[in-house]
C-alpha cells in the first residue's frame, strides 16, 4: 500500500512538471511507464475473490481437495475406507459445494514448515 501511495505521488509530481513545461519527452515516457506498474502492482496484490459455491470445479481444484484427503488420511483422520468413499466422491463432484461437503467434517491442514534454516547455526557444545 505506502509502494502504491509512493507511485501515485511521483506519477503526479511528473505529469504536473512536464504540463507545466519543466520536463521533456524522456520524463513523459517514464510516467508512463510507472503508470503501467502501478497497474501491474494492483493486479498482482488483488484479493482473490473467493469460489462461488454453485460454480463448476476443474481438474485441478479435485486433485487439491484430493491431495488434502491423502493428507487427512496420512494423518490418522480417515480411515481408508472413508478415504476410498471420498475420493469417488470427488471425482463425480461437480460444483464447490460438493467438495467443500467432502472436507467439512476435517480440521483444516497445518501449512508445512520450509526445510531450509534462515540464519546462522548455532554453534555445537564439544
Known amino acids: 500500500m505506502f509502494v502504491e501511495i509512493l507511485l501515485g505521488l511521483f506519477a503526479l509530481m511528473l505529469a504536473a512538471a512536464f504540463f507545466v513545461g519543466l520536463l521533456s519527452l ?14 501491474v502492482w494492483r493486479r498482482l496484490w488483488a484479493p482473490q475473490a473467493a ?8 481438474d485441478a481444484e479435485r486433485s487439491v481437495t484430493l491431495y488434502r484427503l491423502g493428507e487427512s488420511f496420512a494423518l490418522g483422520r480417515l480411515t481408508l475406507d472413508e478415504l476410498e468413499d471420498r475420493c469417488a466422491a470427488v471425482w463425480d463432484a461437480r460444483t464447490f459445494a460438493e ?28
Do not use: K, T
Open 51 to 58: 469460489p462461488v459455491l454453485h460454480m463448476r470445479v476443474g
Open 26 to 39: 524522456p520524463f513523459a515516457v517514464l510516467y508512463v511507464a510507472i503508470l503501467g506498474v502501478r497497474h
Open 99 to 126: 467438495l467443500a461437503l467432502l472436507e467439512s467434517d476435517l480440521p483444516p491442514l497445518a501449512p508445512r514448515r520450509s526445510r531450509i534454516r534462515r540464519g546462522p547455526r548455532a554453534a555445537r557444545a564439544s
